[in-house]
């Protein structure tokens, strides 16, 4: 049986959306058992998830576990066949800790700002 794989990501994010869009298109030209939603669209509170949980890491729910960051990133490249080996290399001793350390001390700060600084900059300029 082929467990189901269901990503939460910012789709408010130019970088994040534009690296899922690519993910989303490579299961659907397959029929993979991945369901990507929209953090804005989900119900978060079924996975105990706030919004700004949410639009901090990257989140991928699979049966009933709910997964965040670098562990988020391996189980939907391992849903994928083309991005298995990189998940298996990832997933290594060492590099997994490195990957971690980039992934929760640069990227997904560096992109939770941005986001931060859109919200912002959208309630200044109110609704359009």
Not at 30 to 44: E, H, I, M, Q
Not at 61 to 79: C, E, I, K, M, N
Not at 89 to 112: D, H, M, S, T
Request: a positive charge.
């Amino acid at each position: 049986m082929t467990q189901h794989t269901t990503v939460i990501y910012n789709a408010n994010c130019p970088i994040c959306s534009r690296e899922i869009d690519s993910y989303r298109r490579y299961c659907e030209a397959r029929t993979l058992p991945v369901r990507f939603v929209d953090l804005d669209r989900a119900a978060l509170s079924r996975w105990g998830l706030t919004p700004e949980d949410a639009a901090r890491r990257l989140h991928v729910v699979q049966g009933d576990r709910l997964l965040a960051g670098t562990p988020a990133f391996l189980a939907l490249w391992s849903a994928m066949p083309r991005f298995r080996p990189l998940a298996r290399i990832v997933a290594l001793p060492g590099l997994r800790q490195i990957a971690n350390a980039v992934y929760e001390g640069v990227l997904a700060p560096a992109l939770y700002a941005l986001h931060r600084r859109r919200v912002r900059r959208a309630q200044a300029n109110g609704p359009l």
